[in-house]
Nanobody, 120 residues
Framework: QVQLVEAGGGLVQPGGSLRLSCAAS????????MRWYQQAPGKQRQLVAV???????NYADSVKGRFTISRDNAKNMVSLQMNSLKPEDTTVYSC??????????????WGQGTQVTVSS
């Protein structure tokens, strides 16, 4: 069982920056692919960025060049540096840990989410 706790959300002006963090406990953090999602009310979750256990990184087109995902396996933490923020980036951001094992199959774990509001 993996527990995820996000931090770092808040209110920022357009063009500003925020850094989200997600602290993990339980499990072997380095074995998990880590993702950040946007969760707008009444809408499906949208994948923002992923960093695999092997270090492969991918971003949604909407955030390429502005957001940077990173992980620190020694600290069991994944971060999302968000620069040049736009009002349309406003939503709840959730951290996800995913792993596939032969015994249990695909397992997903979620944090509670953190609100990001971009407004002047």
């Amino acid at each position: 069982q993996v527990q995820l706790v996000e931090a770092g959300g808040g209110l920022v002006q357009p063009g500003g920056s925020l850094r989200l963090s997600c602290a993990a406990s339980g499990g072997i953090f380095s074995d998990y692919d880590m993702r950040w999602y946007q969760q707008a009310p009444g809408k499906q979750r949208q994948l923002v960025a992923v960093i695999t256990s092997g270090g492969t990184i991918n971003y949604a087109d909407s955030v390429k060049g502005r957001f940077t995902i990173s992980r620190d396996n020694a600290k069991n933490m994944v971060s999302l540096q968000m620069n040049s923020l736009k009002p349309e980036d406003t939503t709840v951001y959730s951290c996800n840990a995913r792993i596939w094992t032969a015994v249990f199959g695909l397992r997903d774990y979620w944090g509670q989410g953190t609100q990001v509001t971009v407004s002047s």
